[in-house]
């Protein structure tokens, strides 16, 4: 595919010279020379306990998660109720164990320390459903597509700590294409026999130990992500799965994964069981074959992931064929892309989100319509498979584009550079309040209303009662954009909260109004005057 090319305008082509390298998100910080471009403020010293409500995992299996909480450091972490089969280390947060049987388990999550206290619930379902809330995390591919290694994932690994990004949610350190051998490549290191004499897929030279590599996140308290495809061979060129598929869904287990991206790539060309005299082969570009050809090898690998003893969280990436958000829970999947790659179509992020919000009524806990990655920070451009550079998107148009997203309830997966990560990507990347949305447990995605040729309105209920809204601004000059009230539910007297600033706005009845920067949003959340 060809990028097409960039249509932001240049208002903050210089605005990412804020390049302060690696500040944090989870604690204090100096500020930035462009404080005007940042929106929310900096965390307390104060224990703040961020994260989902709800935490779905299978009995019996591996249990491993990092209680995500700002703060000045050290702090103590305490439970009530947690399970017998699980643990927590009380200075690092990290509970680990057994999943316990099937069944829910309350449990209430305390952190302290000199700065003082924070409490917060969360139940743990223990059953047939993982991702209950969108999974949240890193992907190497639109920063460093062929040239990754496991030193850099590693590196990921350290600074989804050390930036703050693990503390208000974000957990799996997914490896995406390129990782195994390829019969070609310019990077030699990368070429030699796909499979050993038992059959087993042999990872490249940059990947010497696929098992250290996941013991090293884990220790973190991180998860692991792996990527492979039902084809032959994958995108870039590299061993995929077909005809080894049960063989290396145990490899991926036995080595530790989480995470299992599932991309079409070659599977095009692939004959598929069907009637004789058929045409057995599917090619993505027209959408040719059968609906049960097309789902068949995410079906298959949904089976397969179903009987490892791990948690592994499966995401189809097909884009979108077959209306996948029609029967990929059914497959076994737990988030699907909706269209082509993103990083192809970073000048219409607004018209993706539309279109992916059309498919708003399959969106549930377990069950996520993925519009692709956040790319913002350092990306390379994706027709080159580039090196990563600042991106041009204007700054109220990335956060547009985090708000649409969390709106969405969309899967939150960075894909820049992480170790080039400056106070803006990162304020972009870690509102709590705005997170919560995308995490809230009733798992609704946003309804759409336009507001207007440029403007429109997603309003998505909260489980509390509340209701997020986004009024965003696709002109080119300021707009003051209206909303309805009723149009979120509400009929009588409501307060309203700026989310990305974090502060109260006042109470409303009937209409509320905003001026909305080009290319901009203002998030809200709606409440009554009661709660």
């Known amino acids: 595919m060809k990028a097409k090319p960039f249509l932001f305008t240049s208002m903050l082509a210089a605005m990412v010279a804020i390049a302060l390298v690696l500040p944090s998100c989870g604690g204090r910080q100096q500020t930035a020379s462009a404080d005007n471009l940042i929106l929310t403020p900096e965390p307390g010293p104060a224990p703040k306990i961020n994260g989902p409500l709800v935490y779905g995992c299978r009995p019996g299996n591996p249990f491993l998660y990092r209680i995500p909480c700002q703060g000045t450091r050290p702090v103590e972490f305490s439970t009530e109720n947690l399970p017998a089969s699980l643990s927590l280390n009380p200075a690092s947060g990290i509970i680990s164990g057994t999943a316990p049987g099937k ?59 050390s930036s703050g990004m693990a503390d208000v949610g974000y957990q799996y350190v997914n490896i995406d294409d390129c990782w195994m051998n390829a019969p070609n490549n310019n990077d030699s290191l990368r070429v030699g026999p796909l499979r050993d004499e038992k059959g087993n897929i042999i990872p490249n030279r940059h990947f010497p130990d696929m098992k250290a590599l996941t013991d090293y996140i884990h220790s973190l308290g991180l998860k692991a992500g792996i990527y492979t495809s039902p084809g032959p061979l994958t995108c870039g060129g ?56 097309i789902k068949y090898p995410y079906i298959q690998m949904g089976e397969i992931l179903k009987r490892q003893n791990r948690d592994i969280v499966l995401n189809l990436c097909q884009y979108g064929m077959g209306e996948v958000w029609k029967w990929g829970a059914e497959a076994g999947g737990h988030c699907w892309r909706t269209a082509g790659d993103l990083g192809f179509e970073l000048d219409r992020i607004f018209d993706v989100a539309l279109k992916n919000c059309e498919h708003s009524e399959y969106s549930k806990p377990g069950a996520w319509n993925d519009p ?46 992480m170790t080039r990560l400056d106070k803006f990507t990162l304020n972009v990347l870690c509102n709590p309040e705005v997170i919560a949305v995308d995490q809230d447990p009733l798992g609704i995605s946003a309804e759409v209303k336009m507001a207007g040729d440029s403007a429109f309105i997603m309003v998505k209920p909260l489980a509390d009662g509340s209701v997020a809204a986004g009024l965003f601004n696709r002109s080119s000059r300021p707009a003051v954009i209206s909303m309805k009230l009723k149009d979120a539910g509400f009929q009588a007297r409501v307060k309203i909260r700026d989310l990305w600033r974090h502060r109260n706005i006042g109470s409303f009845r009937n209409e509320f109004k905003a001026e909305v920067p080009p290319g901009g949003v203002e998030m809200i959340k709606i409440s009554s005057t009661k709660q």
Request: proline fraction near 5%.
């Open 372 to 417: 692709d990655y956040l790319q913002i920070g350092y990306i390379g451009t994706a027709s080159e498979m580039g090196v990563p550079e600042m991106t041009q998107m204007p700054a109220p148009m990335q956060y547009a584009y985090m708000s649409m997203w969390c709106l969405m309830a969309a899967p939150l997966v960075y894909s820049g550079d």
């Open 103 to 161: 069944g829910e388990y309350e449990i209430v999550i305390h952190a302290s320390s000199r700065e003082g206290a924070d409490s917060r619930p969360m139940k743990i379902v223990s059953g047939d459903m993982l991702a209950l809330t969108p999974p949240m995390g890193y992907n190497h591919w639109y920063a460093h597509y062929d040239r990754i290694t496991d030193a850099m994932m590693r590196q990921a690994a350290d600074i989804l700590i």
């Open 238 to 293: 590299f061993a995929g799965a077909y005809n080894h598929e049960e063989q290396d869904a145990r490899l991926f287990a036995d080595w530790g994964f989480d995470f299992l991206k599932y991309d079409w790539c070659s599977y095009s060309n692939v004959t598929v069981p069907g009637s004789a005299g058929e045409d057995n082969t599917i090619t993505w570009e027209k959408g040719r074959g059968s609906l049960e050809k």
